[in-house]
């Protein structure tokens, strides 16, 4: 147990410095290309701070627990908006670009719904269980080739005029070795605390479900949390948003659609109604707040920590 504690420590210290080399350094890369931090953020970021989630879902369908698969997914999903852009959102009013509120949260919400709708065969077949199969994973990927397809038309928009003023921290080199170092130390931070969690937590007779939605669900998602902390407070709104929208659509395209594909079905699993709604309104709900006024502020932070504490208030009460 105590040797738990003295990794859960670690794992956290090393996550937090490695997210402050990766922001600076994704700051750096756009700069340097001169391309969109946001786009950066979109891709890069995304997928660094997504390894974890992939890492645990591919162990995951090996050992055959479908559960943590689904709700390491979905608990992502939810704490990056609710929990991730409410803490950002606390910390600094945040400004969502144009692009966002009109192409990436529609995908966004897009690819949610159909994931919501593939895994509501009860609701919507009357069938004995819900299940996902290889074909749904199929599906899945080829939505995600929509978002893939939207990036590669995004690398042809020119650096903003912000942008163009500001001096990159790190050439090139410096840029390319602090981003893979800034990777590396993410995903075996998170590793390190998730191993270590999920450890006391089964010490403590909690229940596989309940370890994926909070625990593993709460690890992987460190890199994102942390990384998007570092983000906001350095003033880097772009990178800050644009990894949590980037990490939804990697998550569900490839944490889940692509270990489908290649492993097969997910069957019977115990994720309910009410993860799926909380996972619904997610981005329908960033989107709203977005639309407005192209921000999101203290007030709109704070809701989503109070939508967060009572769907997690309801998780740790049904068990």
Known sequence: MLINVIILVIGFIVLVKGADWFVDSASSLAL???LSK???ALTIVAFGTSAPELAVSIKSFIVNSGDIVLGNVIGS?????FLILGICSCIHTLTVKNATVKKELPITILITTLIVVLMSDKLLSNTIYNSLTRSDGIII???FLVFIYYLFSSMRNKISDDDEKEIPKY???????FTIIGIVCLVLGSSAVVDSASSIAKILGISEKMISLTIIALGTSLPELVTSSIATKKGEYDIA???VVGSNIFNMGIVLGLPLMLFGNISNFTINNIDLITLFIAPILLYIFSFRDYKLSKKEGITFLIIFLIYYSYVIIGF
């Not at 999903?77 to 908006?81: F, M, Q, T």
């Not at 050439?171 to 070795?177: A, E, N």
């Open 77 to 81: 999903n939810i704490l990056n908006i």
């Open 171 to 177: 050439g090139i080199l410096k840029s390319i070795i």
């Open 38 to 40: 946001m786009l950066i």
């Open 241 to 243: 948003i644009g990894n």
């Open 141 to 143: 990927l080829l939505f």
């Open 32 to 34: 340097n290309f001169h």
